[in-house]
């Protein structure tokens, strides 16, 4: 098993930027990709960013391009996504997840979620 908990998130106003962390337990944290994805209300979970097990290798959501960046520190068990020039659009709860080897943008391929942190975008 392995254990995520998301912090970081907030209200903060448009333009603005947050850093979302997520810190790993349970297993051996470098064996594992690791995904960033949201849901607003009323919609579906969407993708937003994800990271290979060394950190040489990142995906994002078109959405996300430009704008948000995803890190790990395999030392500290964390993966961050730094988030700048946020917008109304971006509010949401966003979650990591963790996945086995081998990276993916497929929400329903990661085996373990964290329980959300709320992002709100005040416009």
């Known amino acids: 098993q392995v254990q995520l908990v998301e912090s970081g998130g907030g209200l903060v106003q448009a333009g603005g930027s947050l850093r979302l962390s997520c810190v790993a337990s349970?297993?051996?944290?470098?064996?594992?990709?690791m995904g960033w994805f949201r849901q607003a209300p009323g919609k579906e979970r969407e993708f937003v960013a994800a990271?290979?097990?060394?950190?040489?290798?990142?995906y994002y959501a078109d959405s996300a391009k430009g704008r948000f960046t995803i890190s790990r520190d395999n030392a500290k068990n964390t993966v961050y996504l730094q988030m700048n020039s946020l917008k109304f659009e971006d509010t949401a709860v966003y979650y990591c997840?963790?996945?086995?080897?081998?990276?993916?943008?497929?929400?329903?391929?990661?085996?373990?979620w964290g329980q959300g942190t709320q992002v709100t975008v005040s416009s």
């Open positions: 990271i290979g097990r060394s950190g040489g290798s990142t």
């Open positions: 349970g297993r051996p944290f470098s064996n594992y990709a």
């Open positions: 997840a963790a996945k086995y080897v081998v990276t993916t943008t497929e929400a329903n391929e990661y085996s373990y």
